[in-house]
């Protein structure tokens, strides 16, 4: 990125609360994420099963549609499972751009989620802020923690790209409602914004957005036969101490795909 480039992200995040950048990745290095997660999932290939702590279906109960278009799946701790990835173009890239756009960052967490064609659930409205159980409340301000959006191809509207409401990190923590996923899981979902005040992002794979946990935002069902994949990377100021703890306490998995 040039100077102008870096101070440009850093104003919208201030300003919006998150921030578009695109041709940050060839497409060779977002090929070879979309082939890691492949061989990912053939590493773990026993079925998804309810409480499954590292393998969920996101997806939620929707009226009419059938179980198959409910699918939206999710890796949790991908960079534990596979620490390949952390050696891949893609998270050095974005390791410098953290570092360049607020100062020295860490690797936190990170997770892929993955909607097959058709896929009629959505990741309902919220702030990322809502499900953080660890440290929450210190990184909620400015730029201390950010999360990377890193798309795995061209996403468009009809696919699901990320959606949000500009300047609604400056409102602090909003109410969330509790619902639950097929899986059993919890997830949160905070109101519906009106939409005059929502930005849809559609992006090009070797792109990627930015926000901050404050910052509302959603995406949509995906409406193409095409798989939409996105891999979700977040940074913070407190990352190494944030893994330390999760190590010592087992939270964080083993590696089940080796280098």
Known sequence: ??????ATARSSLIRDGFTVIRDAFS???????????????????DPVRPGDRFRMDMGRGLAGAGPARLSQHEIRYASNLAPRLMATEVFVRSQRLVDAIAGPMHFAFDH??????????????????AYRKLGGGAHAGGLARLHLWIPLQDTSLEQGCMEFVPGSHRAGVMPHLPFT???????????VPQAGERVACPIEAGGLTIHTPLTLHYTGANLTPRARG??????????RMERAIKRGLGIAPRTVLAE
């Open 1 to 6: 990125m040039s100077a102008f480039d870096v």
């Open 27 to 45: 497409a060779r290095s977002v090929e070879e994420i979309v082939e890691i997660h492949r061989l990912l999932v053939a590493a773990l290939d």
């Open 112 to 129: 892929i989620i993955f909607k097959p064609g058709h896929s009629a659930t959505t990741t309902p409205w919220h702030q990322d802020i």
């Open 181 to 191: 996923r097929i899986s059993g899981t919890l997830g949160r979902e905070a109101a």
């Open 230 to 239: 996105a891999w979700i990377i977040q940074f913070s100021r407190f990352g």
